[in-house]
């Protein structure tokens, strides 16, 4: 009987240690598929902020075609004009050609008519004015030959000061005529040349954007890779913990049946007279977890009281339009017409173009920056709002908006106020 409830109590311990060391292998396991899947995560939260950053600069670049668009619109606008102009300027220099050629026609004849009138005279054996009153005839023939003489002096003086004129207009068309063709011709080469150039750039930017897109996929292919490890991971812990979940009942099942069998021994004992000397057993289970830390970032603010009150009144437009050359921040404003109206709005003076801007008050470091600060670009600006965003007059397309201050390179950060 003692035999047979000693071989009893080793099969009873021996489930109880199975049991155990299972338990530490499920526990083991899990712990293991969790600190893999927190690795993953870790990793999947790092492509992120790649997929962030990258689409982020691919905004930037996007905004940079638009204004490059924007520009280009107008370079081939002003191309087409200046090719309308040409047209209008070509069909008067037809008609300036024209009357060219009536002039040059005009000297020749009036070149022409006076040899004819000197040689008439040197034919006559140049007979003076004075010969001819003295052969007059009467007193009423000598007042007739005076005023013939007095309209062939006229006539010679007309004549003299009509090739005179007909000559120096003829050379003023001529130089008219040379002056326009040369400035419509570098006005039209100067304009393509920049349009060439604005193509070219454009092209650049259309291909570095695509550039961002290949990154961007790829890095997008993989976060889908993590996310399906991190789901297969998930899946496999909730299944091993069920399978755990389950171990626990067995084993709990069996203790309460090991309890069972030896309370009835022990009866049984107490029955015969034999005493049993009782042992007791308890079982302890590990368990895992994980944790977890977060931050938060905060951006300090601050700044002098003058800068908070330019970077909140430039916001009040937010939403407003975008157009080229102006300077409203209501009806419409460009990048550095949008800067210059809310300085001056707010009593400041400073220089009205983007390249101006860059030289204006004192250069802080971009890490320095406070709000009313201005953010220079190439070929953009805007104001500085704190929390590493900037609002400024965008594109045509947006408007005036926040964007992030570092959406491109940064060549200069200034402070007025």
């Not at 024209?98 to 008439?120: D, H, L, N, P, S």
């Not at 991971?233 to 309460?256: D, F, P, V, W, Y």
Request: with cysteine; charged share 30%.
């Amino acid at each position: 009987m003692k035999k047979k409830a000693a071989r009893m109590a080793c099969i009873g311990m021996a489930c109880l240690i199975l049991c155990s060391l299972s338990g530490k292998v499920y526990a083991s396991t899990i712990s293991e598929i969790k600190k893999q899947q927190e690795e993953d995560k870790k990793k999947l939260n790092s492509v992120q902020g790649q997929i962030s950053g990258l689409e982020g600069e691919q905004s930037g670049i996007g905004e940079e075609i638009e204004e490059i668009d924007a520009e280009l619109v107008q370079i081939i606008a002003s191309v087409d004009l200046i090719k309308e102009e040409i047209v209008e300027k070509e069909g008067q220099i037809e008609e300036t050609e024209a009357e060219y050629e009536v002039a040059k026609q005009q000297e020749e004849e009036q070149y022409e008519t006076m040899k004819i009138r000197i040689k008439f005279m040197y034919e006559q054996g140049d007979i003076s004015y004075v010969q001819l009153f003295m052969s007059s005839e009467s007193f009423a023939d000598m007042l007739n030959k005076a005023d013939y003489v007095e309209q062939l002096y006229a006539y010679d003086r007309k004549m003299l000061e009509e090739y005179q004129a007909a000559k120096e207009y003829a050379q003023q068309v001529w130089d008219k005529l040379e002056e326009e063709k040369s400035e419509l011709v570098a006005s039209q080469h100067e304009l393509e040349e920049e349009q060439a150039y604005m193509e070219e750039l454009l092209e650049e930017k259309k291909q570095e954007y695509e550039n961002y897109s290949v990154q961007i996929a790829r890095a997008k292919q993989e976060a889908a890779a993590y996310r399906t490890r991190i789901k297969q991971q998930t899946a496999q812990i909730k299944k091993l913990e069920e399978e755990e979940r389950k171990r626990r009942e067995e084993e709990e099942r069996r203790r309460k049946e090991e309890e069972e069998r030896r309370r009835r021994e022990a009866e049984a004992a107490s029955a015969s007279g034999e005493s049993y000397a009782s042992s007791s057993e308890s079982g302890s289970s590990g368990s895992s977890g994980s944790s977890s830390s977060g931050g938060s970032v905060s951006v300090p603010s601050g700044g002098s009281a003058a800068g908070q009150a330019i970077a909140s009144y430039a916001c009040q437009f937010i939403g407003n339009p975008y157009v080229a050359g102006g300077t409203s921040l209501t009806n419409g404003a460009d990048c550095s017409g949008f800067v210059w109206r809310v300085f001056k709005d707010k009593g400041y003076t400073v220089p009205r173009t983007s390249w101006e801007l860059r030289n204006v008050g004192t250069e802080v470091s971009y890490s320095n920056a406070q709000p009313g600060d201005v953010v220079c670009y190439a070929g953009h600006v805007g104001i500085y709002i704190g929390n590493g965003n900037i609002v400024h007059a965008s594109t045509p397309k947006s408007g005036i908006k926040i964007t992030t201050a570092t959406y491109k390179p940064i060549l200069s950060v200034r402070r007025v106020a």
